[in-house]
């Protein structure tokens, strides 16, 4: 996944290169009742509860990403997350390079997602949260950046306990926030190709639901038997 992961740093803030360079809202605008440092730390908060819980006869199981087992999808939270320090620190893209391919799991999957939490916690309360976070296609503002991989990070976590059969409650304000960070990019989302269409679900549905089926999974999606 080399070049291919690096190209997907970016996740949801992909879509909206267009609405940058045309005028747009652009990631520059985006709104939501936390800031992205906020945002990301409660997101990260429930993720790592979630892999703590992972076992390693677990990882070869299906997940609701389709092209992913549990074990590339855990290899790619851990990826975003190693970036973190870099970005936010003003590194591009190029000067990052090559530093993150590879097995990041290694043999304690629990204390390699630790090491890379705690690194990336601690650059999120330093950085300068109007600095420039240099992504793949764009400038973007670190609040920006913090909001979208806090949000991946939580919509994988769904991913992940959804295959393992981990309970899953998100924060109803955590999934509020990001709900909200997103809802203004469907199109753009779509027209990524990065991401299955809404799936509908209840007007009365709870947040969590509701940003499950905003990106493209099913609420009830089941492990195939």
């Known amino acids: 996944m080399g070049e291919g992961r690096a190209a997907v740093i970016s996740g949801t803030l992909a879509s909206r290169r ?3 360079t045309e ?7 985006l709104s939501s009742s936390m800031d992205g440092a906020q945002l990301f730390g ?3 908060e429930q993720a790592t509860a979630l892999v703590g819980g ?3 006869s677990q990882l070869g199981l299906a997940t609701p990403c389709t092209e992913w087992d549990v074990r590339a999808l855990v290899s790619h939270m851990l990826y975003e997350l190693r ?3 870099d970005l936010t620190l003003g590194a591009t893209i190029a ?6 391919d590879g097995d990041l799991i290694g043999d304690d999957l629990v204390a390699s997602w630790r090491r890379a939490a705690d690194a990336a916690l601690i650059a999120v309360e330093r950085c300068d949260p109007v600095a420039i976070a240099h992504l793949s296609y764009a400038d973007v503002s670190n609040d920006a950046y913090l909001r979208q991989v806090g949000g991946d990070e939580l919509i994988h976590s769904w991913d992940l306990g959804a295959a393992t059969g981990a309970p899953v409650r998100f924060d109803p ?3 509020e926030a990001v709900y909200e960070n997103t809802l203004p990019d469907v199109k753009g989302m779509q027209a990524s190709g990065l991401f299955a269409p809404p799936v509908p679900v209840p007007e009365n549905a709870d947040p969590q639901t509701r940003l499950v ?4 999974r099913d609420p009830g999606w089941q492990p195939p038997h």
């Open 18 to 20: 267009r609405q940058a």
């Open 23 to 29: 005028g747009g809202p652009g990631v520059a605008d």
């Open 42 to 44: 409660r997101a990260l």
């Open 54 to 56: 992972v076992r390693l």
């Open 83 to 85: 970036w973190v320090p």
């Open 95 to 100: 000067e990052v390079g090559d530093r993150y």
């Open 173 to 175: 304000e955590l999934a």
């Open 213 to 216: 089926a905003l990106f493209g």
